[in-house]
Structure formats: structure tokens, C-alpha cells
């Protein structure tokens, strides 16, 4: 079974079960971190080797913060479209709570738009992207999980995620 500490904690904070695969995955001790308020980000909470520079990002009205690091071609995705998406996830600190290229074998993450069960900030940080386009997401806590954490998610934490467009299916119109 393929499933995964991050996609299972992604699917569980939506009602989805994650008992399985939470049970089979080293869980990382990691401690909490402190937003400037709920919502709002600021740079000195993320370890330099992530890249994270929010005056080089879009904020968006959520909180979300968006930097196209590679430009994508063909239509932008809307809810309803097939997707299937690599990405890498970390915790403020760099520690890596999960990657599509790490599973066996590696492949990218498929999901439909606005239907899969996610965190709020990963389906606000997608939509819109287009084949082949790369991004860096900023997630305050709020659109990730919460106040109450996860296994391996400290309570009120934000993460970083690279995603990419590997696949794109547009949905029925």
C-alpha cells in the first residue's frame, strides 16, 4: 500500500482513515512554531535552506503565499480537472515530512480539483497552475492543520511545499 504519513494526515484532517499508513512511517519530533498572528507569516520562521522569501511571493487574501518558480503551458487548472501532482512538503525548520519522489516506485499525486479531500492551502496553492508549471507554497497553519497539529505537525504550524504539474486533465465543462 502506497499511502503515505502526509497524503494519509492530509486525507484524515478531511474525515478521511489514516490509520495504516500513519502507523507504518517514522514520525519526525518536531516543535512548534510561532506565526506573527493566525494567518500571517513571516520569513524568520523558515530555515534559509527552503528558499522561502515571502517579498518575492504572491500573498494571497487567505494568507497562502505563491512563487511560480517554473512557468507552465496550456490551460490553467479549475476545479473539477484531473491532476496529478509532484511535491515535497516541509516543516518550517526544513525537516521533510513527505515527497512524491520519495514513495516506491515514485510518481506524482493524482487528485481531482476541489474533490479530493485536502488541506485547504494545497488546493488554493494548485488551482490555476498549468502543465508543467512549478510552484512554492506557503501555508499559514490555518489553510494546513490547524491548531491541533498532526502526527509528525506540531499544533499551529506552517508548511512549504514545491509542487509541480506533471499531469492535467481538464473536467468536464
Not at 497524503?7 to 490509520?19: F, K, N, R
Not at 500571517?40 to 530555515?47: H, N, P, V
Not at 494546513?144 to 486533465?169: I, K, N, S
Request: glycine fraction near 10%; hydrophobic fraction near 40%.
Amino acid at each position: 500500500m502506497r499511502k503515505v504519513v502526509f497524503l494519509a494526515a492530509m486525507l484524515a484532517a478531511c474525515g478521511g482513515d489514516a490509520s495504516d499508513a500513519a502507523s507504518d512511517a517514522v514520525q519526525p519530533d518536531p516543535q512548534p512554531v510561532e506565526e506573527t498572528a493566525p494567518g500571517e507569516l513571516s520569513d524568520d520562521i523558515f530555515t534559509a535552506e527552503l528558499g522561502v522569501a515571502l517579498a518575492a511571493m504572491e500573498r494571497q487574501e487567505s494568507g497562502l503565499y505563491i512563487q511560480v518558480l517554473e512557468e507552465g503551458e496550456g490551460p490553467a487548472a479549475v476545479p473539477g480537472d484531473a491532476m496529478a501532482i509532484d511535491y515535497t512538503v516541509w516543516l518550517p525548520d526544513g525537516s521533510k515530512l513527505d515527497s512524491s519522489f520519495d514513495h516506491d516506485p515514485p510518481a506524482p499525486y493524482p487528485t481531482v480539483l476541489g474533490e479530493t479531500p485536502l488541506i485547504a492551502g494545497w488546493n488554493e496553492g494548485v488551482t490555476g497552475m498549468r502543465q508543467g508549471e512549478k510552484r512554492r507554497l506557503a501555508v499559514p497553519y490555518t489553510l494546513a492543520y490547524g491548531e491541533a497539529g498532526r502526527p509528525g505537525v506540531p499544533p499551529a504550524t506552517p508548511l512549504v511545499f514545491e509542487v509541480t504539474l506533471a499531469e492535467h486533465t481538464p473536467g468536464p465543462k
